[in-house]
């Protein structure tokens, strides 16, 4: 006899005999396992305040994603460097990036009706035709645009965020004071120990340490407890060369006339 708790009091008999396996008449094959006596939770990835419920149409989607789609298109830059200046009120000195905006133009659009959801692609660089496929040569003839070395898509929140096919995006696009997100590739520091990959410690450099002062150590725990290494153990490998996300970069500089931006960082 199972027994179910239903507020303070009242207890609930459930029936002994419980199916052990049902049938699926659509697909016609045996789902096998003990049915639920609890009632099917809702997707708590599909709940949340003033959202619609999810169907499979892509304008819901389109419209739960709205709150967090930006306004404005974002940009393509080239990092030519860092370089540091100093704060006039606090004299601190602040590392810097300096971006560079090198000819930076929208392709073409993508917008609800015909992709379902709106988004800007645009372009940054030079590329000779030689280096560029025919598909790609002929998707930018028909937008009349110059062949670009680097692409990307930009997600806006409507129509009014769409920006004319050619037009060019330069520096004062951004202004100073701005916090923008910032997203790139790491530089790759190939092959890498623990110690400069997560910032071992390291082992002791007497007592008997012979030749693995900069080593792992144990890699996981033995015989009696499972015998072998956990998945996301910190180990020597390749750094760098990843993805790698800043939020809130604050803009220091603007430049429009050699196309720079300077940001925080």
Not at 28 to 45: E, L, Q, T, V
Not at 54 to 77: D, I, W
Not at 184 to 198: E, I, L, P, T, Y
Not at 234 to 255: P, S
Request: net charge positive; hydrophobic share 35%; aromatic share 6%.
């Amino acid at each position: 006899m199972l027994l179910r708790l239903l507020g303070k009091h009242a207890l609930l008999s459930l029936p002994t005999s419980i199916s052990r396996f049902t049938v699926d008449n659509v697909v016609g094959r045996r789902a096998f396992g003990i049915r639920s006596m609890y009632p099917p939770k809702a997707d708590h990835f599909n709940i949340g305040p003033n959202l619609p419920i999810l169907t499979s149409h892509p304008s819901v989607a389109h419209e739960r994603k709205a709150a967090t789609t930006p306004l404005r298109t974002g940009t393509l830059a080239i990092k030519k460097g860092m370089t540091a200046i100093f704060d006039l009120e606090t004299g601190k000195r602040i590392p810097c990036t300096i971006l560079q905006l090198d000819r930076v133009q929208v392709i073409s659009h993508k917008t609800l009706k015909k992709n379902g959801y709106y988004a800007v692609q645009i372009g940054c660089g030079w590329k000779h035709e030689r280096a560029v496929t025919r598909p790609m040569l002929g998707h930018f003839a028909a937008n009349g645009v110059a062949p670009k070395r680097h692409i990307h898509e930009f997600r806006v929140k409507d129509e009014n965020g769409l920006l004319p096919i050619g037009e060019m995006i330069n520096a004062n696009w951004f202004q100073e004071g701005q916090y923008v997100d910032a997203r790139s590739n790491s530089r790759g520091m190939g092959f890498a120990g623990v110690m400069k990959r997560h910032g071992f410690h390291g082992q002791d450099r007497s007592h008997g340490v012979s030749l693995t002062h900069r080593s792992m150590g144990s890699s996981g725990p033995g015989q009696g407890g499972g015998s072998r290494v956990y998945p996301g153990k910190k180990m020597a490998g390749n750094m760098g060369n990843k993805q790698v996300t800043l939020q809130n970069l604050k803009v220091l500089k603007v430049d429009a006339e050699k196309g720079i931006v300077v940001v925080n960082g």
